[in-house]
T-cell receptor
Framework: AQSVTQLDSQVPVFEEAPVELRCNYS??????LFWYVQYPNQGLQLLLK??????LVKGINGFEAEFNKSQTSFHLRKPSVHISDTAEYFC????????????FGKGTMLLVSP | EAQVTQNPRYLITVTGKKLTVTCSQN?????MSWYRQDPGLGLRQIYY???????DKGDVPEGYKVSRKEKRNFPLILESPSPNQTSLYFC?????????????FGQGTRLTVV
């Protein structure tokens, strides 16, 4: 079974500052990794995903994440945030072969202020 | 437009009164699932289905039922709702090949049981 830990429940940041949202996972097999974003009163939307290949993946809205197998991490970064990035962000993992359910972290609320 | 549609978006009901939340997807996805989202707990999987007539329990199945008679539909049934089932519910679908890739989410159903 796999698990996901999002180390921060809330991250406050000022507009135009850089941000990193941390995610660590646990799994005994290869994995696929995802970041989803949830804007207020909306469903979840895929930001980016790592399936294989380059460990640096780029997503929508200027976000990127780096897969680090040795540290079992998949941290999300953005060099300059906007007010509109205020949302909850979820890291998720699934097994990289065969059938497996998608396991989510508990979420990180990104609060961007002017 | 590819989408997952849940109905209703909001529902207030009384303890013990059976209800059904519908979920439909138009992407011909094999895999569908239901999650509940609670503050501080992230998303937890209730039930999932790998294809028509194939369903299985997720992490928190107690008090819920599902059925998958058609590929596009995956209703969630609460036979006797209780206040601890007050939550935000999401339906999701994804392709079934090569394990679990991108999941598409509905807009959510906010259920209150009084």
């Amino acid at each position: 079974a796999q698990s996901v830990t999002q180390l921060d429940s809330q991250v406050p940041v000022f507009e135009e500052a850089p941000v990193e949202l941390r995610c660590n996972y646990s799994s005994s097999v290869s994995v696929y990794l995802f970041w989803y974003v949830q804007y207020p009163n909306q469903g979840l939307q895929l930001l980016l995903k790592y399936l294989s290949g380059s460990t640096l993946v780029k997503g929508i809205n200027g976000f990127e994440a780096e897969f680090n197998k040795s540290q079992t991490s998949f941290h999300l970064r953005k060099p300059s945030v906007h007010i509109s990035d205020t949302a909850e962000y979820f890291c998720a993992v699934t097994r990289g072969s065969g059938y497996s359910t998608l396991t989510f972290g508990k979420g990180t609320m990104l609060l961007v202020s002017p | 437009e590819a989408q997952v549609t849940q109905n209703p978006r909001y529902l207030i009901t009384v303890t013990g009164k059976k209800l059904t939340v519908t979920c439909s997807q138009n992407m011909n996805h094999e895999y569908m699932s239901w999650y509940r989202q609670d503050p501080g707990l992230g998303l937890r999987q209730i039930y999932y289905s790998m294809n028509v007539e194939v369903t299985d329990k997720g992490d928190v199945p107690e008090g819920y039922k599902v059925s998958r008679k058609e590929k596009r539909n995956f209703p969630l049934i609460l036979e006797s709702p209780s206040p601890n089932q007050t939550s935000l519910y999401f339906c999701a679908s994804s392709r079934g090949d090569r394990g679990h890739t991108e999941a598409f989410f509905g807009q959510g159903t906010r259920l209150t049981v009084v």
